[in-house]
């Protein structure tokens, strides 16, 4: 366990573990007696230091292409930079480097602005001493480790809190009567772990006559302002539903929605907007641009994939208004291609929709929530060789339930 960082250098001790390997130390420095005297010192210490010179910054920054030192030591008054410009242009070069400013005995202040502006520590010259370098050497290492894993706990705080704000977006609770008719399951994965939502998107409302309305849609592309404009579009779909709107009226309204808040002229969305009404099997299915579903029973799964018409954004105003049937006893899965798209396992080979409906087959016996979590490691797992899945994954399962 490491020792807490020690502010009058009493515990030296705790930087065991840091010492144990040999460190590069970028000194800048365009005296170069004084650069001698700082080799001498780190000699004096019995440190294992390497040190490389560079009288500028300049120099500094040719050397720093090189490779990344573990720390730098900083004179504040260059031929290229002088005081607290010299800590921000090395901060510019690398922001991870940790810092250590020389000042002149009447310049301490200086010191201390450094600090403030970004450096690690700070040395009076003529007033070092081989352990004082070699402490403050190991401590400026240790204080921008901890600034660091700090900025990186802040950011991860901070992707938490948006993915917080967007899942209340992409993926909002079931808007159903208590007794809604209808089981539905949902999933959604992100690309990766900890990463930000990107732009698939579903809802589920059930309207006053009872039909029950199920959507799913996905913006072309990964990141805020697809995710903005699936969150924008989702929530257009629950109001014009609301609002009666259906088929080629809802999409239309959807089209305008989509090319008033997009970003770019070229950023597109597929959506599958399905209805099942209350009585009997009937249900509607409309598709904009986005792939099929599947249709899944006690023991057998099935690619439903009606006639549909261009994606939103694309200037169309007619898609095809499907009505199908819902057989008892199955479910209808809607999905966005991330499940798809990823790596079937064998050499470079996409599993595609051929190769998920041969997956769904082989687990077509479990019940529905278990199937779609299930499908989704599936092809997980099949894509794993390759880096994983490198879209996003959204899945919803829809089946009746007896009444």
Known sequence: ???????????????????????????????????????????????????????????????????????????????????????????????????????????????????????????VKGHVEAETLHRSVLYAIERKRAELTAVDLHTSQVRAQENARLERALLPLPLLDDNPGVEIVTQYRPSRENALLGGDFYDMVQTPDGTVHVMVGDVAGHGPDEAALGAALRIAWRAFTFAGLRGNERMRRLEQILRAERAGSGIFATVLSVALSPDGRGFTAVRAGHPGMLLHGPSTVEWLEPPAGPALGLGAQQWPLNELELPDGHGLVLLTDGLF????????????????????????????????????????????????????????RVERTPQ
């Open 1 to 123: 366990m490491r020792a807490p960082y020690d502010p009058q250098g009493l515990n030296p001790a705790g930087f065991a573990g840091a010492s144990k390997r040999a460190l590069s130390l970028l000194l800048i420095e365009d005296d170069q007696a004084d650069a001698i005297l700082v080799e001498e010192l780190i000699d004096d210490a019995g440190a294992d230091i390497t040190v490389e010179w560079a009288p500028s910054i300049a120099i500094a920054q040719q050397k720093l292409s090189g490779g990344r030192p573990d720390c730098v030591l900083l004179d504040l008054n260059l031929p290229d930079a002088n005081g607290i410009s010299a800590v921000d242009r090395v901060a510019k070069l690398d922001a991870t480097l940790p810092i250590v400013v020389l000042t002149g005995l009447n310049d301490e202040h200086f010191g201390i602005s450094a600090m403030a502006s970004g450096a690690q520590d700070y040395l």
């Open 341 to 396: 798209e990823g790596h079937s396992g064998i050499g470079n080979e996409r599993l595609g929709e051929e190769g998920l409906l041969e997956l769904a087959r082989s687990i077509a016996t479990l019940p529905g929530p278990d199937f779609v979590k299930s499908l989704i490691e599936g092809a997980e797992a099949l894509a794993q060789s390759h880096g994983g899945i490198s879209d996003d994954i959204a899945v919803l």
